[in-house]
């Protein structure tokens, strides 16, 4: 039960990234919290195989409940412009923002944990951004 409730449990309330829920990261955690003094991936695996849970799966639930402004247009078509055109030789692009699923980002509406049945994580896709000027 320990393990299904860990598998059940948002990784983000237990200090782990999102991006770290497979069957070799709930190991180290039952191990690490003191409920097994050793257990092998394999062992979770089919332990979540058999309450039909898949926690590294997630969804993204939410769509967004206005459209796009033209400003996030404007910006996308700059993006797309930059990426796509030839640089000149003195010319570099440096991108901060290409590991998304790494970054900390205050997400808008809280994320919901995997449930029996193949249902996965579900988390927003929309999030607010941080800026720096």
Not at 8 to 35: K, T, W, Y
Not at 105 to 111: D, E, K, M, V
Request: hydrophobic share 35%; proline share 8%; aromatic share 8%.
């Amino acid at each position: 039960m320990h393990v299904v409730r860990l598998a059940c449990e948002r990784p983000d309330l237990l200090g782990r990234s999102r991006s770290q829920g497979d069957c070799a990261e709930l190991a180290r955690q039952l191990i690490a919290d003191g409920l097994v003094a050793d257990i092998s991936a394999a062992t979770i695996r089919r332990i979540l195989a058999a309450h039909q849970l898949k926690p590294w799966r997630h969804h993204l639930w939410l769509y967004p409940k206005h459209p796009r402004d033209a400003e996030f247009y404007g910006t996308i078509s700059e993006l797309i412009e930059l990426y796509t055109r030839p640089l000149r030789d003195d010319e570099m692009v440096l991108s901060l923002d290409e590991k998304t699923s790494l970054q900390p980002r205050p997400w808008l509406a809280p994320t919901r944990p995997a449930q029996p049945q193949n249902l996965p994580n579900r988390y927003e896709h929309e999030y607010t951004r941080v800026h720096f000027d």
